[in-house]
Structures are given as structure tokens and as C-alpha cells.
């Protein structure tokens, strides 16, 4: 399967689970651990959200996809501007909007119309006057040249094949001092060759987690400097329920990522 038909498999997927309003987690379809509204709280508490984050987000924001929480570690301040890659129906955006206030901006930015809309439904519903989303691929984003202070993702970049070119853009967008604050999933030990072979692991998060040494290169290649990988132990329990008797969680692992662009 080319990179093409991998990113059409992923845009359709995501596509699907915001028309329908699925609350699946990163995981195949089939062997979703999630089901309704209640269920994607659950899943959100446990890739790290406190309560009162959940509590202030409009209703379908949370679709019990990711991975982390990204603003764990992202130290937002008022006034600041936010990338969102691969924003989803908002979760993270609107998280965020709040931590930077009125006087920031919150751009979160999706390949698939589906999620665009959900999300901007969301936006208007609860008066979201200092969040935007834009329709575009990460590897090539809708976003000027030195525009964020801080660029965030959960559980996106493993998504795409050219993972290279999505830091490089992640680089460009950044103001100088301007960081990376990302979680997603890594790998760390090699993929059965069953595992390898299954196409909707290559959609949910799993068959295209890269290790973290590789992951680190990366980041160093495009400029980044204080580049850090930090793997999350703890994430393998929920990772077990993502397709349970396959013993993903013996693969793949939570990391959180950062970086500052010097």
C-alpha cells in the first residue's frame, strides 16, 4: 500500500467517525473500547484530562480520540497562538482558547470536511470568537511562516507517512522561541509481520509509530532544539483495550514529544 492509498484510508476513516459521530478510540473499528458520549469521557480521563477540562468543552468536541494531553505540557500563555495539527472536532482547540484568552488565537487544522464541520458547529455553538479551523494536510500546512508560539497535536503524526516533512512544517509555522508540545505514539519493539500486514493499523495509530530515537532525529533535522521524547508506561493499559488479544501495548507505547525552535 503507497503512501496515497494510506492517507485516503486515514481521511476516510476519520471522515467517517465525524459523520457518524463515533466515539472510537485509536484503535480498528471492529475492536473499538469505546461507545457512547460516557465512554470517550472515560477514555479522556485516562489519557490525562482533569475533570474541569472536560467539563468546559461543548458537547461532541470529545470523540475519544488521542492519545495524551498535549497541554499538559504545553505551558500556554494569554495572548499566545496556537497550531492544532490534525484538530479533530475541537477538543484540544478549545482547551487551548481558553489558556491563551481572548487576546490569543487557536488554529486547528484537518484534512477531512467531516471533522472541519463538527468542529466548527462546536466553535459556534459555545462562541469560540478566538478559535478557527482550516481544511489541510499537515505535511503542507495552511499556516504563514512564523505564526504560532505553540504548535500541539495528540495522537496525528503517526498517522502520516511523511512524518519528516510534517516537522519541518511544524518548524516553519513556529515563531523564533516558539514550541512543540505533542502526544502521540511511538514504537517500541518491532511489529509482527501480522501486525505489519493489517491495513487498518495503519489508520489507528498504530503500524506508523516510529521509535523515538527516530523520532528525535527527526525533530533535530528540522532545527528543533531541546528535543525530548518522553514515553508514558502507564499509557500501555489503555493501549491493551485498543484491540484486545493482540498485545499492541508489547509495540507501541504513549510518548509525550518537545521541542523549542531556536
Known amino acids: 500500500m503507497d503512501d496515497v492509498q494510506i492517507k485516503e484510508m486515514v481521511r476516510a476513516r476519520y471522515g467517517g467517525i465525524a459523520a457518524a459521530s463515533e466515539t472510537s478510540c485509536c484503535a480498528p473499528a471492529a475492536s473499538s473500547c469505546c461507545g457512547p458520549e460516557a465512554a470517550a469521557q472515560d477514555k479522556a480521563r485516562r489519557m490525562g484530562y482533569s475533570e474541569a477540562e472536560l467539563a468546559v468543552v461543548p458537547e461532541g ?12 505540557i504545553a505551558a500556554m500563555r494569554p495572548g499566545e497562538t496556537v497550531v492544532d495539527l490534525g484538530s479533530g472536532a475541537g477538543l484540544d482547540c478549545f482547551l487551548a482558547a481558553q489558556q491563551v484568552g481572548q487576546t490569543g488565537h487557536v488554529i486547528g487544522v484537518d484534512m477531512t470536511h467531516e471533522m472541519l464541520k ?38 496525528v503524526i503517526n498517522l502520516v507517512p511523511d512524518k519528516e516533512q510534517v516537522f519541518r512544517e511544524a518548524f516553519r509555522v513556529l515563531k ?6 505533542v502526544s502521540d505514539i511511538i514504537n517500541t519493539a518491532p ?11 495503519l489508520c489507528s495509530c498504530v503500524a506508523g509509530a516510529a521509535p523515538a530515537d527516530r523520532v528525535e532525529n527527526w525533530l533535530s533535522e528540522a532545527g528543533f532544539v531541546d528535543v525530548r521524547v518522553t514515553p508514558k508506561p502507564e499509557s500501555r ?8 488479544g493482540r498485545n499492541l501495548e508489547n509495540h507501541i507505547v504513549s510518548a509525550m514529544v518537545e521541542a523549542r525552535k531556536p
Open 118 to 155: 463538527k468542529a466548527r458547529d462546536n466553535a459556534a455553538r459555545i462562541g469560540a470568537a478566538n478559535v478557527e479551523f482550516r481544511l489541510g494536510e499537515l505535511e503542507n500546512l495552511p499556516v504563514a511562516d512564523n505564526t504560532a508560539d505553540v504548535v500541539i497535536s495528540n495522537c
Open 61 to 72: 468536541a470529545n470523540l475519544g480520540l488521542g492519545c495524551g494531553n498535549p497541554l499538559a
Open 191 to 201: 511489529l509482527s509481520a501480522e501486525l505489519q500486514s493489517d491495513p487498518s493499523l
Open 176 to 181: 523564533q522561541g516558539g514550541r512543540l508540545a
Open 237 to 244: 493499559e489503555l493501549i491493551k483495550t485498543w484491540a484486545p
